[in-house]
């Protein structure tokens, strides 16, 4: 593994952490409590249903969410019977999906990236991450943007010269697809299991609460490696589902010109919204390395099956459901939401940058006019003994809410399910999603700041007194 171990100096500027504070520990706390141990039990027995249920919802009921549980209510149908109906796995599919996995990691291993080298702004090729816990600092190789215009340019040879395969091939298989992925996502998460108890990357690391189930879903090891770069969480968190997402979405636009000789203005805005979102994050790929699912969650079940499964079937309901439902809008409503989309857009962009900006610059920047910017030196312990400095940004959307990020992140989601119009509930879960995993994600991520920081973190939330909505929460 390419690592390396590192101490941060103390700096005189902003606000001093307090020189009798007690220095904090990082790391994931080592006991789980009933309640975490309850949600973990009901996410490994319910998630997969959620996702089969969304699914089989537009397979078979037009994409109602009421019609098979009144169906179920009254004895209409029964489980075994929609089960029946349900598409099967099929070795066609199976082929499809590991061409395609097998395709993404041979772009993420094999081909050193290039694009840093000609795209003014973009910042590829190998980068350090942020300190782990037990203070190492791993390199990557950041090659994100590479693969995605690869991959898109195939398709587009593929549909406008080669054929070797209907731009619908996604939709056509779409649910035996789904067992593949889950087969892909279980695989993964137990070799990550096993690996962490056989022969992990970095011991020092792990992390063992004692319960197993816990374990399996949210990860042991923080950072799981095979060779010197190909890391679990840099491949599945961006790889086989984010570059999947825009080609899924694709794949729903030719199906619904393939079935009604034209592609509505709602497919386009879904299609545009949501693209922009996957630009977004392999343009941003190197900042990324520093956001928490790289930064904090070790990886178990949770980020390896959720990657595989849950991100690609249910972060695209809007474009399965217009394939089914070809919505379209009027000229003030789309121009309404492609504006809330692109509001939120450049909220949660600029909210990101700036906080990039300042991280790059150790604070030597202007953010909103002001220079230096405000913050809060903090400092924190990781398990090598090792006394670290760290600053927190109170300038700018900063300033505004502590994670006004995520508020841009809720507008965009917003955006995509309104494209869908009113007709049905099934588009407008993404956005209920969204909120309930990131007003989770504040008070997770609070929660391992404030055990990390102490007393500094007690000063930051008094600086900056709201999480997403000024005023309101």
Same mark, same amino acid.
């Given at each position: ?23 904090a520990?990082?790391?994931? +706390?080592? !006991? ?9 039990? +009901?996410?490994?027995? $319910?998630?997969?249903?959620?996702? *089969? ?7 078979? *009921? ?8 009144? !169906? ?9 019977s ?58 990557? !190789?950041?090659?994100?943007l ?10 587009? +040879? ?14 056509? %298989?779409?649910? &035996? ?34 319960? =197993? ?5 949210m ?6 490696? @095979? ?7 840099? $491949?599945?968190n961006?790889?086989?589902?984010? @570059? ?53 969650? %070790? ?25 089914? %439902? ?8 789309a ?10 857009? *450049?909220?949660f ?9 300042? /991280?790059r610059? !150790?604070?030597s ?6 220079? &230096?910017?405000?913050? =809060?030196?903090?400092?924190? /312990? ?16 900063? #300033? ?14 917003? +955006? ?13 879960f ?16 609070? %929660? ?10 007690? /000063? ?10 000024? #005023?309101? $929460?």
């Amino acid at each position: 593994m390419e690592a390396t171990r590192r101490r941060s100096k103390a700096h005189s500027n902003g606000i001093a952490a307090g020189e009798n504070e007690p220095t904090a520990q990082w790391g994931r +706390a080592w !006991e789980v409590d009933w309640f975490s141990l309850c949600s973990v039990i +009901a996410l490994l027995c $319910f998630a997969p249903f959620i996702v *089969y249920f969304f699914v089989m919802a537009c397979d078979q *009921y037009q994409c109602s969410v009421s019609q098979p549980l009144l !169906e179920l209510y009254s004895g209409e149908t029964t489980l075994l019977s929609i089960w029946a109906r349900s598409p099967a796995f099929t070795w066609e599919a199976a082929k499809i999906y590991a061409v395609w996995v097998g395709f993404q990691l041979f772009l993420y291993m094999c081909i050193p990236d290039t694009t840093h080298k000609f795209l003014p702004g973009y910042v590829g090729g190998v980068q350090e991450g942020a300190r782990t816990p037990a203070g190492l600092i791993n390199k990557y !190789e950041i090659n994100g943007l590479q693969c995605w215009l690869i991959t898109h340019a195939v398709w587009l +040879a593929n549909n406008f010269y080669f054929h070797w395969f209907s731009p619908t091939i996604i939709f056509d %298989h779409w649910i &035996p697809l789904m067992w593949c992925a889950n087969i892909l996502g279980y695989a993964v998460a137990t070799f990550a299991f096993i690996k962490a108890h056989i022969f992990p990357t970095n011991a020092e690391d792990c992390k063992f609460t004692g319960n =197993i189930l816990y374990n399996y879903m949210m990860g042991i090891e923080f950072n799981p490696r @095979v060779g010197k770069w190909f890391d679990f969480k840099l $491949f599945f968190n961006g790889r086989p589902g984010i @570059v999947a997402w825009t080609l899924i979405n694709l794949s729903y636009m030719a199906k619904q010109q393939e079935l009604y000789g034209h592609v509505t203005n709602s497919m386009i805005l879904v299609n545009v919204l949501q693209g922009i979102y996957v630009l977004d994050f392999f343009w941003n790929e190197a900042w990324y390395l520093k956001t928490i699912d790289i930064c904090h969650d %070790h990886f178990g079940w949770y980020l390896g099956w959720g990657d595989c499964v849950w991100l690609p079937y249910l972060y695209t309901l809007q474009g399965l459901y217009l394939v089914y %439902h070809p919505v379209q809008l009027s000229a003030p409503y789309a121009g309404a939401v492609l504006a809330l989309g692109l509001l939120g857009y *450049y909220i949660f962009r600029s909210t990101n940058h700036q906080k990039d900006v300042f /991280r790059r610059t !150790e604070g030597s920047c202007s953010i909103w006019g002001r220079r &230096p910017p405000t913050f =809060i030196e903090c400092s924190y /312990r990781s398990a090598d003994g090792g006394v670290h400095r760290s600053k927190l940004l109170t300038s700018g959307f900063w #300033g505004v809410a502590r994670h006004f990020n995520y508020t841009g992140d809720l507008m965009g989601s917003l +955006a995509y399910c309104a494209a869908c119009g009113t007709g049905h509930l099934l588009p407008y879960f993404y956005v209920v999603y969204m909120t309930i995993l990131l007003v989770h994600r504040c008070v997770r991520d609070e %929660h391992r700041c404030s055990s990390k920081y102490g007393g500094d973190w007690k /000063r930051y939330t008094d600086a900056v007194p709201y999480r997403l909505l000024p #005023g309101l $929460f």
